[in-house]
């Protein structure tokens, strides 16, 4: 079974712009969450998706949004880049998203904000 | 506000020796912790859960601990091995999520 795969895997902006991240879940897998991490802050929940709904959202500014489509894949959109953006972007997949399901994470997006 | 905090960002071992990496934790709310291990260029993968009803979970070289009046719980690895060196983040659920609140994580190097 394929794992969870992100694109693109780097990823260089400058400060204004924006930019769109990718998410393929494990196959059979609903719910999609994304996370933020930072050398200082460790893992920051974004958001996550289930069913095409987002069904929780972090403590992010709105210039953070995301969505899923009908076979779960998950995309995640900055706008309006800023240097503090400059992160490593995690998405993570489950069944349903229950408590007691493990995450399965995909080895990120690197985004380097100049 | 943290709500999971790993204090050290940091630890070395020997191979061989206890590894022990630490946790606390704020919200009384949480009923569930997990632990992931992350690689360099790799994401995060799960590696023990407690529930708050246990006080201890053990699954081969890896043991977790909770102390619940403390809101502390350890990671425990024995023997620890140079593969081990990654960074440890610590996690918890409260009852009515099922969103993992992550910690900033703990860097341990094991040497050979």
């Known amino acids: 079974k394929a794992g969870v795969t992100q694109t693109p895997r780097y990823l260089i902006k400058t400060r204004g712009q924006q930019v769109t991240l990718s998410c393929s879940p494990i196959?059979?897998?609903?719910?999609v969450s994304w996370y933020q991490q930072t050398p200082g802050q460790g893992l920051q929940f974004l958001f996550e998706y289930f069913s095409e709904t987002q069904r929780n959202k972090g403590n992010f500014p709105g210039r953070f949004s995301g969505r899923q489509f009908s076979n779960s894949r998950s995309e995640m959109n900055v706008s309006t880049l800023e240097l503090g953006d400059s992160a490593l972007y995690l998405c993570?997949?489950?069944?349903?998203?229950?408590?007691?399901?493990?995450?399965?994470f995909g080895s990120g997006t690197q985004l380097s904000v100049l | 506000d943290q709500q999971v905090k790993q204090n050290s960002p940091s630890l070395s071992v020997q191979e061989g020796r206890i590894s022990i990496l630490n946790c606390d934790y704020t919200?009384?709310?949480?009923?569930?912790f997990l632990w992931y291990k992350k690689y360099p260029a790799e994401g995060p993968t799960f590696l023990i859960s407690?529930?708050?009803?246990?006080d201890k979970n053990e699954d081969g070289r890896f043991t977790v601990f909770l102390n619940k009046s403390a809101k502390h719980l350890s990671l425990h690895i024995v023997p620890s091995q140079p593969g081990d060196s990654a960074v440890y983040f610590c996690a918890g659920i409260s009852g009515g999520s099922y969103i993992p609140t992550f910690g900033r994580g703990t860097s341990l190097i094991v040497h050979p």
């Open positions: 919200n009384s709310m949480f009923d569930y």
């Open positions: 993570a997949s489950s069944l349903e998203g229950g408590k007691l399901e493990k995450l399965f």
């Open positions: 407690i529930s708050s009803i246990k």
């Open positions: 196959s059979g897998h609903r719910s």
